[in-house]
């Protein structure tokens, strides 16, 4: 079964700063999809990211960009020019291409931004 | 324009009460779900509907029904409240059932049973 880690609890940064958040997954599969989910404060989860296993090229929306390496199982997204407003718990996600199509979660990393 | 809306925001309740929670979608999407967050912040899933067909199941007990009256609405009963009940309750929804598809989550229901 396919498991997502998330090993830093709780990261902080200064405002402005670069911050870099790991993922890594645990699967047998060779296609699959990976997300980073955003849930700040408010409580709603936001899509922040979405990269194809198939695709080599590192996706980037905005500030927000990721370092995929898939041979060591490694998804981490790197915010730059942080914002207060990037304060949230960040989720990364791994969808298979069978089992339904399950999001399997990891267990979230608070980010704090100081400013 | 809320894409995906439940209601309520907040649901206070004793043990042994029914409840239900409520979703609706805008968006066009074909799938539905609901997933649980416990304190911890873990996400569980624990029901999936695509075009108002049922096709996650997780374990979740028999007290919680989904139902799905259209593909917009998504709604979510719970018999005989448990304290172990209380979470947030995310709906959510996505274009398709396929892996691609990324999910539209609405903004959660806190459940707090006494």
């Known amino acids: 079964a396919q498991t997502v880690t998330q090993s830093q609890p709780e990261m902080s940064v200064q405002e402005a700063e670069t911050v870099t958040l790991s993922c890594t997954y645990d699967t047998s599969e060779s296609d699959y999809y990976l997300f980073w989910y955003k849930q700040p404060p408010s409580r709603q989860m936001i899509l922040v990211i979405r990269?194809?296993?198939?695709k080599q090229q590192n996706a980037t929306e905005n500030r927000f960009s990721v370092n995929f390496q898939k041979a060591a199982k490694s998804f981490s997204l790197k915010i730059s020019d942080s914002q207060l407003g990037d304060a949230a718990m960040y989720f990364c996600?791994?969808?298979?291409?069978?089992?339904?199509?399950?999001?399997?979660w990891g267990a979230g990393t608070k980010l704090i931004i100081k400013p | 324009d809320t894409a995906v809306s439940q209601t309520p925001k907040y649901l206070v309740t004793q043990m042994g009460n029914d409840k239900s929670i409520k979703c609706e979608q805008n968006l066009g999407h074909d799938t539905m779900y609901w997933y649980k967050q416990d304190s911890k912040k873990f996400l569980k899933i624990m029901f999936s509907?695509?075009?108002?067909?049922?096709?996650i199941n997780e374990t979740v007990p028999n007290r919680f029904s989904p139902k799905s009256p259209d593909k917009a609405h998504l709604n979510l009963h719970i018999n005989s409240l448990e304290l172990g009940d209380s979470a947030v309750y995310f709906c959510?929804?996505?274009?398709?059932?396929?892996?691609?598809?990324?999910?539209?989550f609405g903004n959660g229901t806190r459940l707090t049973v006494t």
């Open positions: 990269q194809e296993a198939y």
């Open positions: 509907y695509n075009n108002k067909e049922l096709i």
């Open positions: 959510a929804s996505s274009q398709d059932a396929g892996p691609s598809s990324p999910l539209h």
């Open positions: 996600a791994y969808r298979s291409l069978d089992s339904n199509y399950q999001l399997i």
